[in-house]
C-alpha cells in the first residue's frame, strides 16, 4: 500500500547518556507526535535508545553526490590534517 | 485424539489472577490479528508491540495462578486447553478489530482503565501481583497515549474517520462497565489489601477518556447500561471462534512444540 501524503521522517536514537544521537532510518507519519511513537515502536524494539529525535525529511539539506570531487578529494591529500604527528608528553596522561 | 480441557480450581486468588491474564492474553490476541493488515507499517509495528505487551502480562500471570492453585497446571495449559465457558475475560476485549477505529477505541477503553488499574495494583499486598503490575503500568501508560494520540486524529480527522471513531466509541461503551464491577469472591481479597476496589477508579477513568473524547471533538454515549458476564464465562459469540483459532494447535497435537 503507498501512502503519498503522509510525511516522511528521520529518526535518530541516543543509545546512551554522554553518546550522540544517530540516524538509524526513516519512517512516514502524519505529524511530528506521531513521527516519535513510530520511531519509540519501530527502532527501540530491543531497548536501543534512551533518546529519540524526528525531523521531517524534508528540513534536511544534503551534499549533492555528483559535487563528491569537488567537495571531498581536496581534504584526502591533507594528512597533516590528522592530529597524529605529534608526541604526547607523558605529564598529559590519556587523551 | 483431540485434547480435552483442564480442571481449574478457582480459588479466589486463582480466580482473580486468571481474570486479569485473559484480559491480557484475548486484547493482545486481537492485536496480533492486525499483523501484517493494518493501515501502515508503522501502526502495524505499533499493534503488535501492544499485543506482545499484553501477552506478557498475560504470562506472568498465568504462571503466577498455576503457581497458587499448585494443580500441575501452566501458562499453556491456561492459554490452550480451556473452553471458552472457563474464560474470565472481559466482553470488551472479545470484541471483533472491525475497522481501525474499532479497534483503536477498544484499546483506548481498556488502556485507560489498565493504566490506573495497574498503578493502583502497585500497592498491593500481594508481592507478586505489585511486580507484575509495576512492569504492567509503563507499558499500559504508553498504550494509553498511543491511543490517545489515534483517537484525536480519528475524531478530529475527516468526516469520514470521525464516523467511524463515534462508531466505534457508541458501539463498544456499553462494555466499558464491566471493568469496575467486582463480585464476592474479589470482595475478599479487596478487603485484605491484595485486589483494588475497580469501581473506585471509574470517576478518574471517566475523567481521562471524557477529555480525550472532547479533544477529539467525539461525544460520550449517555447510556448507563452496561452489558456483562465475561468474568463469569458467558461470553458473545465472537470469543469462541477466537479461542478455536489460538488453540487449534494444541488442541489437534496435544503438547506439541517447535
Known sequence: ?95 | MPAASIQVSETPLVLYTLRRADDALILGHRLSEWCGHAPMLEEDMALANMGLDLLGQARELYSYAAKVEGNGNDEDKFAYLRDVRQYRNLLLVERPNGDFAHTMARQFFYAAFADLYWLAMMASRDPTMAAIAARSEKESAYHLRHCSEWMVRLGDGTDESHRRAQNAIDELWAYTGEMFQSDESERGLIDVGIAVDTSALRPRWLQTVSSVLTEATLTLPNNDWMQQGGRFGRHSEHLGHLLSQLQSMQRTFPGATW
Do not use: C
Not at chain 1, 544521537?21 to 524494539?45: E, F, N, P
Not at chain 1, 534512551?50 to 563528491?68: G, Q, R
Open chain 1, 1 to 95: 500500500m503507498t501512502t503519498p501524503t503522509i510525511p516522511l521522517w528521520e529518526v535518530f536514537i541516543r543509545s546512551r547518556n554522554g553518546l550522540a544521537h544517530k540516524h538509524v532510518g526513516s519512517l512516514h507519519a502524519t505529524d511530528a507526535t506521531l513521527a516519535l511513537q513510530a520511531a519509540r515502536d519501530i527502532y527501540t524494539r530491543r531497548g536501543e535508545g534512551l533518546s529519540i529525535w524526528v525531523v521531517p525529511s524534508h528540513a534536511i539539506t544534503a551534499s549533492d553526490p555528483s559535487d563528491k570531487g569537488m567537495m571531498f578529494e581536496p581534504a584526502e591529500s591533507k594528512i597533516y590534517r590528522h592530529p597524529t604527528f605529534y608526541d604526547v608528553p607523558d605529564e598529559v596522561g590519556h587523551m
